[in-house]
């Protein structure tokens, strides 16, 4: 309820709502296709002339090179092997947007599919400890609305 969004509705390959953060009018995207294709929840963004990836966007990845109960912004780069992000980046045909990279590792050591592991349900601890990242996390993405990738990284990452 803190950027006073509204219910999720039905949209193109996702569900979509508006929201204002840091007074800014978002639209929050949650993709509903398998994670590999997620970057097509954003194909309509693309036909806006208006849309720029590098300032008007923030996508928020799990992260298991992260420890769980970390994040930290990055405002460029590579997919890092992460499937969710190289769609999001077929779709822009770029990597000069941003995201909230959330820590969710490491993997346990001989794990033969990563996806086995990032696609389980979290303890009771760990749901504990990912619920004490909302705030932070929160004020992260305020002050990427109000300030940019930059002072948003360079405030928030620890």
């Not at 390959?13 to 204002?20: G, L």
């Not at 639209?27 to 208006?50: V, W």
């Not at 009771?124 to 990738?149: K, N």
């Amino acid at each position: 309820m803190r950027w006073r969004a509204g219910p999720f509705t039905r949209a193109s390959r996702a569900r979509e709502t508006r929201a204002s953060i840091s007074g800014r009018a978002a639209r929050l995207i949650k993709p509903q296709t398998y994670m590999n294709r997620s970057g097509t929840a954003l194909a309509p963004l693309t036909a806006d002339a208006g849309f720029d990836p590098s300032s008007d966007l923030l996508v928020l990845v799990d992260d298991v090179a992260l420890p769980l109960g970390r994040f930290r912004l990055r405002g460029a780069g590579s997919s890092g092997g992460h499937n969710g992000l190289k769609s999001v980046e077929a779709t822009l045909r770029r990597q000069d947007y941003a995201r909230l990279r959330i820590g969710v590792g490491p993997a346990p050591a001989g794990l033969v599919d990563l996806a086995d592991f990032v696609l389980d349900e979290f303890t009771s601890d760990e749901r504990e400890t990912l619920a004490g990242l909302l705030d932070p996390m929160s004020d992260a993405v305020e002050c990427w609305a109000a300030e940019g990738i930059e002072a948003a990284m360079s405030r928030h990452n620890r």
